[in-house]
Nanobody, 118 residues
Framework: VQLVESGGGLVQPGGSLRLSCAAAGFTFNNYYMTWVRQAPGKGLEWVADINRLGARTWYADSVKGRFTISRDNAKNTVTLQMNSLKPEDTALYYC????????????WGQGTQVAVSS
């Protein structure tokens, strides 16, 4: 299983970034997918989930209305569109695959860094 994130970078407050995660090594459309982030000096924070078909999504209150998770099962990719970025969104963003039948995540990407600063 491989999860490879891309799209991070430095952006000014109010700006936008689009993160992508390319998945390989498993049947992608059999799994929910999740974005998780870790801000400097802080613990992991769940950001967003998407179900297998992409029809249902869930968001942390901190990003609701600003971030959009989506997936393309034909391309085995999951995307996080981030708008109206704030300095508190600065973090390492991970694409993860939730475990089936239990809590937690069984596979993680290497992470992509997002920095929001003027």
């Amino acid at each position: 299983v491989q999860l490879v994130e891309s799209g991070g970078g430095l952006v000014q407050p109010g700006g936008s970034l689009r993160l992508s995660c390319a998945a390989a090594g498993f049947t992608f459309n059999n799994y929910y997918m999740t974005w998780v982030r870790q801000a400097p000096g802080k613990g992991l924070e769940w950001v967003a989930d998407i179900n297998r078909l992409g029809a249902r999504t869930w968001y942390a209150d901190s990003v609701k209305g600003r971030f959009t998770i989506s997936r393309d099962n034909a391309k085995n990719t999951v995307t996080l569109q981030m708008n109206s970025l704030k300095p508190e969104d600065t973090a390492l963003y991970y694409c993860t695959r939730p475990c089936v039948g239990k809590s937690g995540y069984d596979y993680w990407g290497q992470g992509t860094q997002v920095a929001v600063s003027s």
